[in-house]
Nanobody, 121 residues
Framework: QVQLVESGGGLVQPGGSLKLSCAAS????????MAWFRQAPGKEREFGAR????????YYADSVKGRFTISRDNAKNTVYLQMDSLKPEDTAVYYC??????????????WGQGTQVTVSS
């Protein structure tokens, strides 16, 4: 049974930082590209960042580029999202997802349950 479990969300002030983690089990983690998506209340889910199975290639949405950093540790079956310079508009539920593909048309086979990030003073 495949499981993706996010953690690290919480309440942070504008300008602050958070680091999300997503622990994967039940799948050959090093064969999957991983991504972070987010969904704010009343809005559609949007892509945030992705990282290739080897970790040597990443891609970011314009909304988070320069502020967020995606990384992975294949020995720990974990993908991370370091979020800096957080803004109130970053408030959302953050989801990690796994895909055997890469690129804008990649299909994500597995999803986590999400972790809430709230940016507010």
């Amino acid at each position: 049974q495949v499981q993706l479990v996010e953690s690290g969300g919480g309440l942070v002030q504008p300008g602050g930082s958070l680091k999300l983690s997503c622990a994967a089990s039940g799948l050959p983690f090093s064969r999957y590209s991983m991504a972070w998506f987010r969904q704010a209340p009343g809005k559609e889910r949007e892509f945030g960042a992705r990282i290739k199975w080897s970790g040597d290639s990443t891609y970011y949405a314009d909304s988070v580029k320069g502020r967020f950093t995606i990384s992975r540790d294949n020995a720990k079956n974990t993908v991370y999202l370091q979020m800096d310079s957080l803004k109130p508009e970053d408030t959302a539920v953050y989801y990690c997802a796994a895909s055997l593909g890469w690129g804008i048309r990649a299909e994500y086979n597995y999803w986590g349950q999400g972790t809430q990030v709230t940016v507010s003073s």
